[in-house]
């Protein structure tokens, strides 16, 4: 596989990009459901302008229209319980729980695409669900932030199968832009029920919205989109593998600018890594494994 230092330097600025969406999350004041409906505005209005200027059709099937609003649905309730995680604890807890998403993949990638078991993968979710175990023993403080942000990563793993599913049919930058509108649409219906004083003061304070705008286009429409980009010119396994560096961007990025409010137990960072290091030898090994069958 051959490519450029340029596009070697972009995938790490989205996994940068990616990872900086919990720092954004914790400067922001505003509630998490709030957040979620501007962030999908600006990432829906940004994507759209982008799709438009790509001269892309934007007409799908009916089937896949209604299938976007479940998808959506998801998606709203995925970032809604992430900011939230990250209010209720740091950006530490929010981040740090990111492997937990490949536990709940093994378990509904094969319900949901029909698909057999890997034995694999639940041996890996085991080693997973021991990090988590650690992390709660060490950060009791922390529960109700903690089991948020598995919540958020089961979420986050559901409309990923989906996701999967959907693209076979329909590209990935049109499948979000729906997922964006129909998103946008629960997260608005929703949110005067979470926030009952929302439209008293609705409109966020000036730093809050450049914290917005950098937040919906930068590092949502853009990331999502070079993403894909990326991935004609490099692996899809090669950009999965490095956007597991997401939770380290994060937590690094985040003690330099919280300082101590980000300082965990040395077993938040044992179960942590736990995760972490099961998540990222997961591809690896699971490729030697098949080589070895074969």
């Avoid at 329909?170 to 129909?182: A, D, K, R, W």
């Amino acid at each position: 596989m051959n490519f450029s230092l340029k596009t070697y330097s972009e995938l790490h600025f989205v996994v940068f990009l990616l990872g900086f969406t919990g720092i954004l999350g914790k400067l922001i004041s505003l509630p998490a459901p709030q957040l979620v409906v501007f962030r999908m505005f600006i990432a829906l209005v940004t994507l759209f302008v982008i799709l438009k200027v790509q001269k892309m059709n934007l007409k799908i099937s009916r089937k896949i229209l209604f299938s976007t609003l479940g998808v959506g649905l998801v998606v709203a309730g995925h970032w809604t319980t992430f900011f939230l995680a990250i209010k209720l604890s740091n950006v530490s807890v929010g981040l740090g729980l990111l492997g937990v998403g490949t536990l709940f993949t093994a378990l509904l990638e094969p319900l949901i695409l029909r698909q057999r078991f890997s034995w694999f993968d639940i041996l890996t979710g085991i080693v997973i669900i021991a990090g988590i175990y650690i992390i709660f023993r060490f950060e009791s403080r922390y529960v109700e932030g903690i089991i948020i942000a598995i919540v958020s990563y089961f979420l986050s793993s559901m409309f990923s199968v989906l996701n999967k599913k959907l693209s076979n049919e329909t590209p990935g930058q049109i499948l979000s832009l729906y997922e964006m509108l129909f998103g946008l649409f629960f997260a608005s219906v929703a949110m005067p029920f979470f926030v009952p004083d929302v439209f008293s003061s609705f409109w966020p304070g000036t730093e809050d919205m450049f914290y917005l705008l950098v937040l919906g286009s930068v590092c949502t429409a853009y990331a999502f989109t070079a993403a894909i980009r990326l991935m004609k010119e490099l692996s899809a396994y090669f950009v999965v593998l490095h956007i597991n560096l997401e939770p380290v961007y994060a937590i690094l990025l985040a003690y330099f600018i919280f300082g101590d409010s980000e300082y965990m137990s040395g077993g938040f960072y044992l179960g942590a890594s736990l995760i972490f290091v099961s998540v990222l030898l997961y591809p690896m090994l699971s490729r030697f494994r098949k080589k070895t069958i074969i």
